[in-house]
């Protein structure tokens, strides 16, 4: 399976700042999606990240708040914007191949807004 | 109806103890069945993926599914403390919609 590299692991922010998480995987993937998930909680999705076009996002998440890049198929960010203290959570990345494979998850980012 | 839906636990359990996790789903588009273990502070990982009815077994490990109950378990033998975390079915369709159960915390005892 893909190893999956996320950075930072951690980190507390200023509320109105913004952060840039990172999602490296050692070998080329289709898909890549961003999850978060609430200490204690299942997982939510954000945005599946397309290379070459704009991240789909789920409702509820927009893309001036949390903007995707995907520009090759082993990178993606995602930008937690004009942060506030509910957005403390926990950052998930994830990929997939074709033909039905499953998911695969970075350790995340455990994000905390003062 | 919850297109997802998982025993809520907390599971406490002793060692060496069997334990069975179960979810069930609404959406019959759903083919493929997966299980993942997430440590805390950890991302999940895969621990079961399967496709057909029936059981698949992985060491101490018996993923089962039933589709015409929509209904899968993940069956536990001889639990280890080692094994406390936090267990999570998931499932997709043909596409790319992948759907996630809320996940059962689970303690095993010494």
């Known amino acids: 399976s893909a190893v999956i590299s996320q950075k930072p692991s951690r980190d507390i922010c200023q509320r109105g700042t913004s952060l840039t998480i990172q999602c490296q995987v050692d070998?080329?993937?289709?898909?890549m999606f961003w999850y978060r998930q609430q200490p204690g909680q299942s997982l939510t999705l954000i945005a599946t990240a397309n290379q070459g076009s704009e991240a789909t996002y789920e409702s509820g998440f927009v893309i001036d708040k949390f903007p995707i890049s995907r520009p090759n198929l082993t990178f993606s960010t995602l930008t937690v914007s004009n942060m506030s203290p509910e957005d403390s959570s926990i950052y998930l990345c994830?990929?997939?191949?074709?033909?039905?494979?499953?998911?695969?998850f970075g350790d995340g980012t455990r994000l905390s807004i003062l | 109806q919850k297109e997802v839906e998982q025993d809520p636990g907390p599971l406490s359990v002793p060692e060496g103890a069997i334990v069975s996790l179960n979810c069930t789903y609404s959406n019959s588009a759903f083919q493929y069945f997966m299980w993942y273990r997430q440590y805390s502070r950890k991302g999940p990982e895969l621990l079961m993926y399967t496709y057909s009815s029936g059981n698949k077994e992985d060491g101490r490990f018996t993923a089962q599914v039933d589709k015409s109950s929509k209904y899968i378990s993940l069956f536990i033998r001889d639990s280890q403390p080692s094994d406390s975390a936090t267990y999570l079915c998931a499932m997709r369709d043909y596409g790319q919609n992948f759907v996630f159960g809320p996940g059962t915390r689970l303690s095993v005892l010494p």
């Open positions: 070998s080329q993937v289709t898909m």
């Open positions: 994830s990929v997939t191949r074709d033909g039905g494979e499953p998911q695969h």
